[in-house]
Protein backbone atom coordinates (compact mmCIF):
# COMPACT_ATOMS: atom_id res chain seq x y z
CA UNK A 1 0.00 0.00 0.00
CA UNK A 2 1.27 3.21 -0.60
CA UNK A 3 2.60 5.84 1.84
CA UNK A 4 -0.84 7.88 1.10
CA UNK A 5 -3.52 7.93 3.26
CA UNK A 6 -6.35 5.74 1.24
CA UNK A 7 -10.44 6.33 1.47
CA UNK A 8 -11.98 3.81 2.74
CA UNK A 9 -8.84 2.35 4.00
CA UNK A 10 -8.44 -0.09 1.38
CA UNK A 11 -5.62 -0.96 -0.98
CA UNK A 12 -6.25 -2.09 -4.51
CA UNK A 13 -4.38 -5.15 -4.14
CA UNK A 14 -6.78 -5.91 -1.38
CA UNK A 15 -9.74 -4.73 -3.76
CA UNK A 16 -9.15 -6.72 -5.91
CA UNK A 17 -8.39 -10.09 -3.76
CA UNK A 18 -11.60 -9.42 -1.84
CA UNK A 19 -13.41 -9.76 -5.05
CA UNK A 20 -11.40 -13.15 -5.82
CA UNK A 21 -12.70 -14.99 -8.78
CA UNK A 22 -12.71 -12.19 -11.33
CA UNK A 23 -11.01 -12.44 -14.71
CA UNK A 24 -6.90 -12.75 -14.81
CA UNK A 25 -5.76 -9.23 -15.21
CA UNK A 26 -2.24 -7.97 -16.44
CA UNK A 27 2.76 -3.77 -15.31
CA UNK A 28 2.58 -0.07 -15.40
CA UNK A 29 3.44 2.19 -18.26
CA UNK A 30 3.39 5.74 -18.89
CA UNK A 31 -0.41 6.49 -18.89
CA UNK A 32 -0.49 9.90 -20.26
CA UNK A 33 -1.64 12.89 -18.05
CA UNK A 34 1.05 14.65 -19.68
CA UNK A 35 3.90 11.86 -18.91
CA UNK A 36 6.17 11.85 -22.10
CA UNK A 37 7.07 14.16 -24.51
CA UNK A 38 8.99 17.65 -24.80
CA UNK A 39 6.57 20.98 -24.24
CA UNK A 40 5.40 21.45 -27.59
CA UNK A 41 1.66 20.68 -28.46
CA UNK A 42 0.57 17.46 -29.93
CA UNK A 43 -0.01 19.88 -33.40
CA UNK A 44 -2.48 19.31 -35.91
CA UNK A 45 -4.77 21.12 -38.50
CA UNK A 46 -3.92 24.52 -36.71
CA UNK A 47 -7.33 25.44 -35.24
CA UNK A 48 -9.21 24.62 -37.61
CA UNK A 49 -11.95 22.02 -36.85
CA UNK A 50 -11.65 18.77 -37.83
CA UNK A 51 -12.57 18.06 -41.50
CA UNK A 52 -12.61 14.21 -42.32
CA UNK A 53 -10.50 13.23 -44.98
CA UNK A 54 -8.63 10.50 -47.14
CA UNK A 55 -5.28 10.24 -46.42
CA UNK A 56 -2.11 9.52 -48.47
CA UNK A 57 -1.09 5.68 -48.36
CA UNK A 58 2.11 5.69 -50.01
CA UNK A 59 5.47 7.79 -48.23
CA UNK A 60 8.41 7.35 -46.30
CA UNK A 61 7.01 6.61 -43.18
CA UNK A 62 3.45 5.26 -42.08
CA UNK A 63 0.68 7.82 -42.12
CA UNK A 64 -0.71 7.17 -39.14
CA UNK A 65 1.86 7.43 -36.99
CA UNK A 66 2.41 11.02 -37.34
CA UNK A 67 -1.57 11.63 -37.15
CA UNK A 68 -2.97 13.15 -34.34
CA UNK A 69 -5.94 9.99 -33.37
CA UNK A 70 -9.24 10.54 -34.49
CA UNK A 71 -11.85 9.54 -32.59
CA UNK A 72 -12.17 5.68 -33.09
CA UNK A 73 -8.98 3.14 -32.46
CA UNK A 74 -9.02 -0.70 -33.36
CA UNK A 75 -5.77 -3.12 -32.76
CA UNK A 76 -5.91 -6.57 -33.84
CA UNK A 77 -2.92 -9.13 -33.67
CA UNK A 78 -2.95 -11.97 -35.97
CA UNK A 79 -0.83 -15.47 -36.35
CA UNK A 80 0.65 -16.05 -39.63
CA UNK A 81 -0.47 -19.40 -40.55
CA UNK A 82 0.67 -19.44 -44.06
CA UNK A 83 2.98 -22.68 -45.85
CA UNK A 84 5.77 -20.80 -46.16
CA UNK A 85 7.61 -17.05 -47.59
CA UNK A 86 5.66 -16.81 -50.69
CA UNK A 87 2.73 -17.13 -49.16
CA UNK A 88 3.32 -14.44 -46.66
CA UNK A 89 4.28 -12.16 -49.33
CA UNK A 90 1.32 -12.68 -51.31
CA UNK A 91 -0.50 -11.81 -47.71
CA UNK A 92 0.97 -8.52 -47.68
CA UNK A 93 0.28 -7.62 -50.83
CA UNK A 94 -3.13 -8.38 -50.70
CA UNK A 95 -2.92 -6.29 -47.82
CA UNK A 96 -1.21 -3.31 -49.72
CA UNK A 97 -3.94 -3.30 -52.38
CA UNK A 98 -6.77 -3.37 -50.09
CA UNK A 99 -5.47 -0.74 -47.95
CA UNK A 100 -4.24 1.87 -50.49
CA UNK A 101 -8.17 1.71 -51.82
CA UNK A 102 -9.44 1.96 -48.00
CA UNK A 103 -7.24 4.87 -47.44
CA UNK A 104 -7.65 6.78 -50.53
CA UNK A 105 -11.38 6.20 -51.15
CA UNK A 106 -11.11 4.19 -54.34
CA UNK A 107 -14.53 2.74 -55.37
CA UNK A 108 -14.67 -1.22 -55.48
CA UNK A 109 -15.84 -2.59 -58.57
CA UNK A 110 -18.55 -4.43 -59.64
CA UNK A 111 -18.77 -8.42 -60.08
CA UNK A 112 -20.70 -10.64 -61.13
CA UNK A 113 -23.67 -11.49 -58.85
CA UNK A 114 -23.02 -15.26 -59.04
CA UNK A 115 -19.92 -14.14 -56.68
CA UNK A 116 -20.14 -12.47 -53.62
CA UNK A 117 -19.27 -8.66 -53.51
CA UNK A 118 -15.99 -7.42 -52.92
CA UNK A 119 -16.64 -5.52 -49.87
CA UNK A 120 -19.09 -5.62 -46.76
CA UNK A 121 -21.75 -3.10 -47.96
CA UNK A 122 -21.43 -1.45 -44.30
CA UNK A 123 -20.10 1.69 -45.83
CA UNK A 124 -21.43 1.63 -49.31
CA UNK A 125 -19.91 0.99 -52.69
CA UNK A 126 -17.33 3.46 -51.75
CA UNK A 127 -15.11 3.91 -48.83
CA UNK A 128 -16.13 7.59 -46.81
CA UNK A 129 -13.44 10.05 -46.35
CA UNK A 130 -13.08 9.72 -42.26
CA UNK A 131 -9.31 9.99 -41.69
CA UNK A 132 -8.78 6.26 -41.85
CA UNK A 133 -5.20 5.06 -41.41
CA UNK A 134 -3.96 1.64 -40.78
CA UNK A 135 -0.75 1.01 -39.42
CA UNK A 136 1.41 -2.07 -39.82
CA UNK A 137 3.84 -3.86 -37.36
CA UNK A 138 5.38 -7.13 -36.89
CA UNK A 139 6.62 -8.63 -33.95
CA UNK A 140 9.63 -11.03 -33.09
CA UNK A 141 8.05 -13.91 -33.34
CA UNK A 142 7.68 -13.65 -37.18
CA UNK A 143 11.19 -13.80 -36.83
CA UNK A 144 11.54 -17.53 -35.67
CA UNK A 145 12.57 -20.07 -38.45
CA UNK A 146 9.49 -20.74 -40.44
CA UNK A 147 10.27 -18.11 -42.82
CA UNK A 148 13.78 -17.60 -43.07
CA UNK A 149 13.23 -13.98 -41.45
CA UNK A 150 15.47 -14.73 -38.13
CA UNK A 151 18.54 -12.19 -39.57
CA UNK A 152 16.39 -9.70 -40.69
CA UNK A 153 15.25 -8.79 -37.22
CA UNK A 154 14.84 -5.03 -35.76
CA UNK A 155 17.76 -5.66 -32.75
CA UNK A 156 16.13 -4.56 -30.21
CA UNK A 157 12.52 -6.27 -30.92
CA UNK A 158 11.84 -9.26 -28.33
CA UNK A 159 8.68 -10.80 -26.92
CA UNK A 160 7.18 -7.96 -24.04
CA UNK A 161 8.56 -9.62 -20.82
CA UNK A 162 6.43 -9.20 -17.57
CA UNK A 163 7.30 -6.35 -16.56
CA UNK A 164 6.49 -4.46 -13.01
CA UNK A 165 2.98 -5.31 -11.70
CA UNK A 166 1.90 -7.18 -15.05
CA UNK A 167 -0.63 -9.95 -15.11
CA UNK A 168 -0.18 -10.64 -18.84
CA UNK A 169 -3.40 -12.75 -20.41
CA UNK A 170 -1.41 -14.98 -23.29
CA UNK A 171 -4.89 -14.63 -25.25
CA UNK A 172 -4.28 -10.96 -25.65
CA UNK A 173 -0.68 -10.54 -25.69
CA UNK A 174 2.15 -10.51 -28.25
CA UNK A 175 1.48 -11.87 -32.03
CA UNK A 176 3.19 -12.01 -35.82
CA UNK A 177 1.06 -8.92 -36.86
CA UNK A 178 -0.34 -5.63 -35.67
CA UNK A 179 -2.83 -4.37 -37.04
CA UNK A 180 -3.46 -0.39 -35.90
CA UNK A 181 -6.95 1.25 -37.13
CA UNK A 182 -8.20 4.42 -36.78
CA UNK A 183 -10.85 6.66 -38.22
CA UNK A 184 -13.86 9.31 -37.47
CA UNK A 185 -16.46 6.34 -36.08
CA UNK A 186 -16.35 2.41 -35.15
CA UNK A 187 -17.79 1.35 -38.31
CA UNK A 188 -15.17 2.52 -40.27
CA UNK A 189 -12.83 0.53 -38.39
CA UNK A 190 -14.82 -2.28 -38.29
CA UNK A 191 -15.12 -2.45 -42.08
CA UNK A 192 -11.34 -1.85 -42.90
CA UNK A 193 -10.45 -4.81 -40.28
CA UNK A 194 -13.41 -6.70 -42.05
CA UNK A 195 -12.18 -6.18 -45.98
CA UNK A 196 -8.19 -6.84 -44.40
CA UNK A 197 -8.88 -9.87 -43.48
CA UNK A 198 -10.99 -11.53 -45.92
CA UNK A 199 -8.35 -10.47 -48.17
CA UNK A 200 -5.89 -12.74 -46.09
CA UNK A 201 -7.95 -15.50 -44.46
CA UNK A 202 -5.87 -18.42 -45.82
CA UNK A 203 -2.42 -16.44 -44.12
CA UNK A 204 -3.59 -14.58 -41.18
CA UNK A 205 -5.15 -15.98 -38.15
CA UNK A 206 -6.68 -13.21 -35.47
CA UNK A 207 -5.28 -13.75 -32.26
CA UNK A 208 -6.69 -11.35 -30.33
CA UNK A 209 -8.40 -7.72 -31.10
CA UNK A 210 -9.55 -4.25 -28.79
CA UNK A 211 -11.26 -1.43 -30.35
CA UNK A 212 -11.85 1.57 -27.89
CA UNK A 213 -12.39 5.65 -28.45
CA UNK A 214 -10.74 8.84 -28.33
CA UNK A 215 -13.24 12.35 -27.27
CA UNK A 216 -11.87 14.03 -30.45
CA UNK A 217 -11.54 17.75 -30.30
CA UNK A 218 -10.16 20.60 -31.93
CA UNK A 219 -6.24 20.69 -31.11
CA UNK A 220 -4.93 23.88 -29.16
CA UNK A 221 -1.63 24.71 -29.28
CA UNK A 222 0.06 23.50 -25.83
CA UNK A 223 -2.84 21.41 -24.68
CA UNK A 224 -3.95 17.29 -24.35
CA UNK A 225 -7.51 16.90 -26.92
CA UNK A 226 -8.53 14.29 -24.69
CA UNK A 227 -8.59 13.23 -20.83
CA UNK A 228 -8.54 9.63 -20.19
CA UNK A 229 -11.08 7.33 -18.09
CA UNK A 230 -9.05 8.68 -14.70
CA UNK A 231 -10.20 11.71 -16.17
CA UNK A 232 -6.96 13.56 -16.70
CA UNK A 233 -5.85 15.48 -19.78
CA UNK A 234 -4.02 12.90 -21.79
CA UNK A 235 -1.36 14.02 -24.39
CA UNK A 236 -0.36 17.48 -22.75
CA UNK A 237 3.06 16.91 -23.36
CA UNK A 238 3.53 14.61 -26.27
CA UNK A 239 5.47 14.82 -29.51
CA UNK A 240 4.91 17.08 -31.83
CA UNK A 241 3.77 14.62 -34.47
CA UNK A 242 3.92 17.40 -37.23
CA UNK A 243 7.61 18.29 -36.20
CA UNK A 244 10.22 16.57 -38.45
CA UNK A 245 13.19 16.86 -36.66
CA UNK A 246 11.75 15.68 -33.54
CA UNK A 247 10.14 12.44 -35.40
CA UNK A 248 14.06 11.90 -36.72
CA UNK A 249 15.48 12.15 -33.56
CA UNK A 250 13.10 10.14 -31.47
CA UNK A 251 10.69 7.82 -33.71
CA UNK A 252 11.67 7.22 -36.84
CA UNK A 253 14.59 4.35 -37.34
CA UNK A 254 17.61 6.25 -39.33
CA UNK A 255 20.75 4.28 -41.56
CA UNK A 256 23.34 4.07 -39.15
CA UNK A 257 21.27 2.98 -36.47
CA UNK A 258 22.72 -0.46 -36.73
CA UNK A 259 19.19 -1.82 -37.55
CA UNK A 260 18.89 -3.94 -40.85
CA UNK A 261 18.55 -1.91 -44.06
CA UNK A 262 15.31 -2.80 -44.24
CA UNK A 263 13.68 -0.94 -41.35
CA UNK A 264 14.79 2.25 -42.03
CA UNK A 265 12.00 5.08 -41.01
CA UNK A 266 10.01 2.19 -39.66
CA UNK A 267 9.60 2.52 -35.38
CA UNK A 268 9.41 0.79 -32.27
CA UNK A 269 5.86 0.16 -31.42
CA UNK A 270 4.87 -0.54 -27.50
CA UNK A 271 1.39 -1.78 -26.91
CA UNK A 272 0.04 -2.36 -23.28
CA UNK A 273 -3.08 -2.79 -22.50
CA UNK A 274 -3.81 -1.36 -19.01
CA UNK A 275 -6.60 -1.91 -16.94
CA UNK A 276 -7.96 0.56 -14.78
CA UNK A 277 -9.76 -0.09 -11.17
CA UNK A 278 -11.70 2.98 -12.18
CA UNK A 279 -14.46 2.37 -8.74
CA UNK A 280 -11.31 2.60 -6.74
CA UNK A 281 -10.44 5.50 -8.27
CA UNK A 282 -13.26 7.02 -7.88
CA UNK A 283 -13.40 6.74 -4.24
CA UNK A 284 -10.24 8.43 -3.84
CA UNK A 285 -9.66 11.91 -2.50
CA UNK A 286 -9.18 14.84 -5.30
CA UNK A 287 -5.43 16.01 -3.54
CA UNK A 288 -4.44 11.74 -3.56
CA UNK A 289 -5.36 11.92 -7.22
CA UNK A 290 -3.70 15.22 -8.26
CA UNK A 291 -0.61 14.27 -5.94
CA UNK A 292 -0.36 10.90 -7.75
CA UNK A 293 -0.26 12.08 -11.19
CA UNK A 294 1.03 15.23 -10.81
CA UNK A 295 -1.20 17.82 -12.37
CA UNK A 296 -4.41 19.16 -11.11
CA UNK A 297 -7.45 17.65 -12.72
CA UNK A 298 -9.53 20.09 -13.86
CA UNK A 299 -7.05 22.99 -15.98
CA UNK A 300 -3.95 20.08 -16.28
CA UNK A 301 -1.83 22.31 -15.06
CA UNK A 302 1.27 20.99 -13.01
CA UNK A 303 0.95 21.10 -9.40
CA UNK A 304 3.50 24.01 -9.27
CA UNK A 305 1.77 26.22 -12.25
CA UNK A 306 -1.70 27.75 -13.20
CA UNK A 307 -2.12 26.70 -16.92
CA UNK A 308 -1.71 23.57 -18.78
CA UNK A 309 0.85 24.78 -21.30
CA UNK A 310 3.43 25.48 -18.29
CA UNK A 311 6.21 23.12 -17.56
CA UNK A 312 6.94 22.08 -14.31
CA UNK A 313 10.19 22.81 -12.85
CA UNK A 314 11.22 20.06 -10.65
CA UNK A 315 15.15 21.53 -10.10
CA UNK A 316 13.24 24.07 -7.91
CA UNK A 317 11.10 21.16 -5.86
CA UNK A 318 13.96 19.24 -5.11
CA UNK A 319 12.17 17.95 -1.92
CA UNK A 320 8.72 17.39 -3.92
CA UNK A 321 7.22 20.02 -1.79
CA UNK A 322 4.87 20.67 -4.56
CA UNK A 323 5.24 17.83 -6.85
CA UNK A 324 5.36 14.43 -5.48
CA UNK A 325 9.04 13.09 -6.35
CA UNK A 326 7.16 9.64 -7.00
CA UNK A 327 4.12 11.63 -8.99
CA UNK A 328 3.48 9.68 -12.21
CA UNK A 329 4.57 12.87 -14.58
CA UNK A 330 7.86 13.45 -12.65
CA UNK A 331 9.24 9.35 -12.63
CA UNK A 332 7.95 9.34 -16.94
CA UNK A 333 9.54 13.03 -18.11
CA UNK A 334 11.87 14.12 -15.38
CA UNK A 335 12.99 16.41 -17.58
CA UNK A 336 16.80 16.20 -16.88
CA UNK A 337 19.30 16.21 -19.57
CA UNK A 338 20.29 12.74 -19.20
CA UNK A 339 15.96 11.70 -19.86
CA UNK A 340 15.37 13.77 -22.77
CA UNK A 341 16.57 10.73 -25.05
CA UNK A 342 13.75 9.10 -23.57
CA UNK A 343 11.35 10.96 -25.61
CA UNK A 344 8.30 9.11 -26.68
CA UNK A 345 5.27 9.90 -28.99
CA UNK A 346 2.09 8.00 -28.11
CA UNK A 347 -1.08 7.25 -29.91
CA UNK A 348 -3.09 5.36 -27.39
CA UNK A 349 -6.85 5.13 -26.90
CA UNK A 350 -9.39 4.58 -24.33
CA UNK A 351 -11.20 1.43 -23.97
CA UNK A 352 -14.49 -0.19 -21.81
CA UNK A 353 -15.26 -4.36 -22.22
CA UNK A 354 -18.13 -4.69 -20.12
CA UNK A 355 -17.66 -5.76 -16.77
CA UNK A 356 -15.67 -8.73 -15.42
CA UNK A 357 -16.98 -11.85 -13.44
CA UNK A 358 -16.98 -9.41 -10.08
CA UNK A 359 -19.00 -7.05 -11.05
CA UNK A 360 -16.36 -4.54 -11.57
CA UNK A 361 -16.49 -2.39 -15.33
CA UNK A 362 -13.55 -3.76 -17.34
CA UNK A 363 -12.33 -0.56 -18.53
CA UNK A 364 -8.66 1.18 -19.31
CA UNK A 365 -5.99 2.77 -21.52
CA UNK A 366 -4.54 1.04 -25.01
CA UNK A 367 -1.49 2.91 -24.40
CA UNK A 368 0.28 3.14 -27.65
CA UNK A 369 3.85 4.42 -28.37
CA UNK A 370 6.35 4.76 -30.91
CA UNK A 371 10.10 5.50 -30.48
CA UNK A 372 13.37 4.57 -32.68
CA UNK A 373 14.91 2.92 -30.15
CA UNK A 374 13.07 -0.14 -27.97
CA UNK A 375 15.29 1.68 -24.62
CA UNK A 376 13.18 4.51 -24.54
CA UNK A 377 9.73 2.87 -23.76
CA UNK A 378 12.22 0.63 -20.94
CA UNK A 379 13.91 3.69 -19.40
CA UNK A 380 10.63 5.34 -18.70
CA UNK A 381 9.03 1.88 -17.86
CA UNK A 382 12.25 1.31 -15.28
CA UNK A 383 11.71 5.02 -13.75
CA UNK A 384 7.68 4.19 -13.18
CA UNK A 385 8.44 1.10 -11.40
CA UNK A 386 6.66 0.89 -8.04
CA UNK A 387 5.25 4.45 -8.43
CA UNK A 388 2.13 4.59 -6.03
CA UNK A 389 -0.44 4.73 -9.03
CA UNK A 390 0.07 1.13 -9.16
CA UNK A 391 -2.15 0.58 -6.53
CA UNK A 392 -5.05 1.64 -9.40
CA UNK A 393 -3.58 -0.11 -12.73
CA UNK A 394 -2.85 -3.67 -13.99
CA UNK A 395 -1.16 -4.21 -17.58
CA UNK A 396 -2.75 -7.01 -18.89
CA UNK A 397 -1.48 -7.57 -22.76
CA UNK A 398 -0.38 -6.17 -25.53
CA UNK A 399 3.01 -6.73 -27.25
CA UNK A 400 6.51 -5.22 -28.47
CA UNK A 401 6.31 -4.94 -32.34
CA UNK A 402 7.98 -3.03 -35.14
CA UNK A 403 5.71 -0.91 -37.80
CA UNK A 404 7.02 -1.36 -41.52
CA UNK A 405 8.47 1.39 -42.95
CA UNK A 406 6.44 3.78 -45.12
CA UNK A 407 5.67 2.38 -48.87
CA UNK A 408 7.11 3.91 -51.68
CA UNK A 409 5.68 4.01 -55.03
CA UNK A 410 6.55 0.77 -56.83
CA UNK A 411 6.84 -1.39 -53.98
CA UNK A 412 4.22 -3.14 -51.65
CA UNK A 413 4.23 -3.30 -47.85
CA UNK A 414 6.80 -5.15 -46.16
CA UNK A 415 8.68 -5.77 -49.70
CA UNK A 416 12.15 -4.74 -47.75
CA UNK A 417 11.71 -6.94 -45.22
CA UNK A 418 10.68 -10.15 -47.19
CA UNK A 419 11.80 -10.26 -50.47
Known amino acids: MSRRSRDEGVSRRRFVGALGGAAALGGAAALGAGSVGPDSAHAAESGT???????????????????????????????????????????????????????????????????????????????????????????????????????????????????????????????????????????????????????????LSLRWMLDGFNRRSEPEPGKAPVRNLMGFRDGTANLDGGNDALMRKHVWVAAGDGEPAWATGGSYQVVRIIRMFVEFWDRT??????????????????????????????????????????????????????????????????FSRGFDGAGRLDQGLAFVSFQRRLEQFLNTQARLTGEPLEEYILPEGGGFFFALPGIRRGSFLGEGLLT
Open 285 to 350: ALAEQEALIGRFKESGAPLDGRKETDIPDFTSDPKGNLTPLDAHIRLANPRTKSTDDDLLLRRGFS
Open 49 to 203: AFVPRYLPFRGRTQTGIVRPPPASGLMAAFDVTADDRDELVEAFRELNHETEGLMTGKPFPDRDSAYPPLHAGTLGHRPPAADLSVIFAVGASLFDERFGLADRKPKALVKMPFLANDRLDPARSHGDVLFTISADTPDVNLFALRQLMRRTRGA
